[in-house]
């Protein structure tokens, strides 16, 4: 009896491919940190905080131990605290609403464009109220959010604009670079990011000089000169181990980026091949904006999504949930007082939302297997390729 062979495996992320094309490049860095035996913060790290500056085009950066700190300690520097209020998105990381938390202050959601999943702006201005101090829009999956809107609106209120650029290093918006969007940024180096440490690791970048100089200062619990402590920080310092990485891969950033994109560009091609468009949503890229595409995530329609990430499983395809809770209706959060129904466009994005195999090594062979297995889903559930209603 002849044996069926099993289906090729396409893993969601394979960071193996990545590292065995520049580890000839990686492992002499590495080596030499081991050898210098200078593991916190140090030279490694400013010439990370210069190079990633530079990239952004903005005059100050700030390495810290991750990206939750990365948004912790730009609204710190601010001055937020108990009493202020800090506007963002419910559908997007735990970390954009954790950091706005930790302050002290209130979490006020506003609900998302049902197409880009980014904070819609035409929300935000009945969000705010006397208590409101700043502004967190989310890059969400690699695209910049609208942000002349959302500046133009802090401007009138005089509000603070802390881009949470966790996932979209290297994004633009109508030409300039996310980390120059606001008057700061939030960036991870979190492994499975599009630039991704050996560990977790983040930056803030900034155009403000002073917010750069507190940052800094609170990153390594308020001290500046050692051992003179002019206000309590916490330990958040950046490992000189992972900016050595770091500084190897920025060099491939924009070449990695291309590759994503030429990744998402193929999946269309392949779902329009395949006559999936009339059930499967796919990203929408705004005509202002370049996406990075950190992650690559379609959208069904609710009843489907959980048996269908259950049938890529079992063709061997690695699927994510980004995020199957929002953040409002989380159980640490419970007290804000919200209930199902009150962010809508988030809830069911939360509900319908599948984020498929992306990375740049990822080949065509493997996306076809991904899209011939979507499509043998929709066979099997009586669905028409043509776009048609399921079948009675």
């Given at each position: 009896m002849t044996r069926m062979s099993e289906p090729p495996a396409v893993p969601a992320l394979d960071l193996k491919a990545q590292y065995q094309a520049i580890r000839d490049e990686i492992d002499p860095v590495v080596r030499s940190v081991l050898e210098s035996q200078y593991f916190i913060l140090g030279p490694e790290v400013a010439g990370l905080e210069a190079e990633v500056a530079?990239?952004?085009?903005?005059?100050?950066?700030?390495g810290c131990a991750s990206g939750s700190d990365a948004l912790l300690l730009p609204l710190l520097a601010l001055g937020v605290g108990p009493g202020d209020e800090v506007i963002t998105s419910p559908y997007t990381f735990f970390a954009t609403g954790g950091a706005i938390w930790r302050t002290g202050a209130k979490p006020v959601f506003v609900d998302i464009e049902p197409d880009t999943y980014n904070i819609d702006p035409a929300l935000i201005e009945a969000a705010i109220t006397p208590r409101t101090k700043a502004l967190i829009p989310v890059h969400l999956y690699g695209q910049s959010a609208d942000m002349d809107p959302i500046n133009e609106v802090a401007a009138r209120y005089g509000l603070s604009v802390l881009e949470d650029a966790a996932q979209a290093i290297g994004a633009r918006y109508k030409g300039r670079r996310t980390g120059a969007l606001g008057q700061s940024a939030a960036f991870s180096f979190y492994p499975s990011k599009n630039l991704g440490g050996f560990g977790d690791g983040g930056m803030i970048a900034t155009t403000d000089s002073a917010l750069a100089q507190r940052m800094a200062r609170l990153r390594v619990h308020g001290m500046e000169p050692k051992y003179h402590h002019h206000e309590v920080g916490f330990n958040s310092r950046l490992d000189a181990l992972q900016a050595a990485v770091l500084r190897v891969k920025l060099r491939h950033l924009d070449a990695w980026t291309d590759a994503r994109r030429e990744v998402a560009q193929r999946y269309r091609r392949l779902f329009e091949e395949h006559e999936l468009l009339g059930l499967v949503g796919l990203p929408v890229e705004r005509a202002d904006c370049?996406?990075?595409?950190?992650?690559?995530?379609?959208?069904?329609?609710?009843?489907?999504?959980?048996l269908l990430r259950a049938h890529l499983s079992?063709?061997?395809?690695?699927?994510?949930?980004?995020?199957?809770?929002?953040?409002?209706?989380?159980v640490c959060f419970a007290s804000?007082?919200?209930?199902?129904?009150?962010f809508p466009r988030s809830e069911a994005a939360a509900g319908q939302t599948i984020a498929l195999p992306m990375y740049p090594e990822l080949t065509e062979d493997a996306q076809r297997h991904v899209v011939g297995a979507i499509e043998r889903f929709f066979a099997s559930?009586?669905?028409?390729?043509?776009?048609?209603?399921?079948?009675a």
């Open positions: 530079h990239y952004c085009d903005v005059p100050h950066a700030v370049f996406h990075v595409y950190n992650q690559y995530v379609i959208r069904v329609p609710d009843a489907d999504r959980d079992n063709q061997r395809v690695g699927t994510e949930i980004y995020y199957p809770i929002p953040l409002h209706l989380q804000l007082g919200h209930e199902p129904g009150d559930q009586r669905y028409s390729t043509k776009g048609t209603e399921r079948a």
